[in-house]
């Protein structure tokens, strides 16, 4: 089992599906952050004068440690860093349900419309498993890091 998750291969595959995950939900965050906004506040989780601050903050966060995990760049790390969003985001979809609020997650932005639920409790679960993975055993394979550690590829 553990040949199978060190294989450079899957790490990949793993690492760009996080990637382009939490950049496509960035990115629709940020194409609306007022409607992003009044989803945290459905949660009744924050204080209202944080919410503001967090839907222009968290999109950015995502994105940018997206891409950084996309090219390769400090993998373990941004790979933390989602985790640490990814607990966020479990813990306020299980409060949420326990409370048996019926909100749409706002996990997407606009674009997915998907209400909370187990489903998207498992879903979250999974990618903070991959999160998990990565910052476990790293993926520098077909990165940046790496053409840094290794330097270009030399022709013979």
């Not at 939900?25 to 906004?37: L, N, Q, T, Y």
């Not at 909100?103 to 998907?114: L, N, R």
């Amino acid at each position: 089992m553990l040949k199978l998750l060190t294989n450079k291969y899957l790490l990949l595959l793993l690492r760009l599906v996080l990637a382009l995950v939490f950049i496509y939900a960035g990115v629709e965050k940020i194409s609306d952050p007022e409607r992003f906004s009044q989803s945290i506040s459905n949660y009744k989780l924050l204080p209202v004068m944080f919410v503001n601050f967090f839907a222009i903050v968290l999109p950015w966060i995502e994105v940018v440690a997206g891409l950084l995990l996309l090219f390769g760049i400090e993998v373990k790390e941004n790979s933390f860093i989602l985790s640490i969003l990814l607990l966020v985001f479990i813990s306020a979809i299980g409060i949420s349900l326990a409370r048996g609020l019926n909100i749409e997650c706002g996990c997407f932005g606009t674009s997915s419309g998907a209400m909370i639920g187990f489903n998207k409790l498992g879903e979250n679960l999974i990618y903070l498993l991959i999160a998990f993975l990565l910052v476990k055993f790293d993926s520098d394979f077909f990165s940046i890091s790496s053409l840094k550690k290794n330097g270009l590829p030399r022709d013979p």
